[in-house]
């Protein structure tokens, strides 16, 4: 995150600390919040534009239009899965889910709102967006087997890397073969390429991971079982990289990526549904993205 001033610095910690509360007290948050009132519980995420605020009154960016959506947008994701909660209480899935993860989805692929925000701190946005999720997803539509849970067991460190050796000379292979990838060297110092793996695996990984793993796979393995649910993630995770990385060469689909991203999906899809835990999948894709950084 660059432009890292006072305000952006006060954002990303009041972000960080929503997260993180669903991250070691999720099911504490959970249960606390099911004894508000309904309305209370769906109108209390308009905080989240907290953030937003304080990085634009500083910047001088501030637009009515983007505070209305960032203070009623995580309202209207708790509001439509209260009604999913009501509506489909076996948590097989219902179209509000599917509408939320869609929106949210669309919104983080296509960077809709991403011009809200000074330049260099629009991960601010996507963290803004995992907060609404994560209050959405896990304290009023309380899904289950999401796994958000980093109180890091020794499990989760052998099943991610475990998965990291099976894909590694897959995708290795079959980049270098396709012309995507090209070997190299970037190597900082310890802390330095701590300090990345660290960035990767708060800004990149675990957004990525919460959605497609947590609740995409999640959702359709309720539907369609493990084998379809993980397919079905993992082609869904590699077209969301269709427009990454583009070139003279494909200037609008970047079908390399799309396919290695998909195979990367279902190794990163093993991790998670292994145990149901999403710190798993979350340390296979951190490494892969910081390998790829380090030697590719």
């Keep these: 995150m660059r432009n890292a001033t006072p305000a952006a610095m006060v954002a990303f910690a009041l972000e960080l600390a929503v997260a993180l509360a669903f991250a070691f007290f999720g099911e504490r948050v959970a ?59 076996e948590q097989r899935g219902d179209w509000r889910d599917a509408f939320v993860l869609l929106a949210v989805g669309l919104a983080v692929d296509l960077r809709w709102f991403e011009s809200a925000w000074p330049s260099g701190l629009r991960a601010l946005n996507e963290l803004f967006l995992v907060d609404a999720g994560l209050y959405g997803f896990l304290a009023v539509r309380q899904l289950s087997g999401c796994g958000f849970d980093f109180r890091l067991r020794r499990s989760d460190w052998k099943t991610g890397i475990r998965e990291l050796f099976f894909l590694a000379p897959i995708v290795i292979a079959l980049g270098i073969a396709l012309g995507f990838i090209h070997p190299h060297r ?10 990345r793996w660290g960035l990767i695996f708060v800004f990149t990984a675990l957004p990525e991971e919460l959605f497609f793993r947590a609740w995409v796979q999640n ?57 149901r835990r999403l710190p798993a999948s979350t340390i296979t894709h951190a490494t892969v993205d910081w390998l790829w950084g380090l030697w590719f």
């Excluded at 970037?186 to 701590?194: F, I, M, N, S, T």
């Excluded at 070139?247 to 991203?261: E, K, Q, S, T």
Aim: glycine share 8%; net charge positive; hydrophobic share 55%.
């Design 186 to 195: 970037d190597l900082p110092g310890v802390g330095a390429a701590g300090l």
């Design 219 to 275: 959702l359709l393995e309720r539907r369609l079982g493990r084998r379809a649910a993980l397919a079905i993630a993992s082609v869904i995770f590699g077209l969301s990289h269709f427009n990454k990385r583009l070139g003279a060469r494909m200037p609008h689909f970047n079908w390399p990526y799309v396919l290695l991203a998909t195979i990367a999906g279902v190794f990163y899809g093993r991790a998670w549904r292994e145990n």
């Design 31 to 89: 249960r606390a919040l099911q004894r508000w009132p309904k309305a209370v519980r769906v109108g209390v995420p308009t905080v989240l534009a907290v953030p937003y605020l304080s990085v634009a009154i500083s910047a001088h960016t501030f637009a009515w239009p983007w505070c209305g959506l960032y203070a009623l947008l995580p309202v209207a994701i708790a509001w439509l899965l209260l009604r999913a909660a009501a509506a489909d209480p």
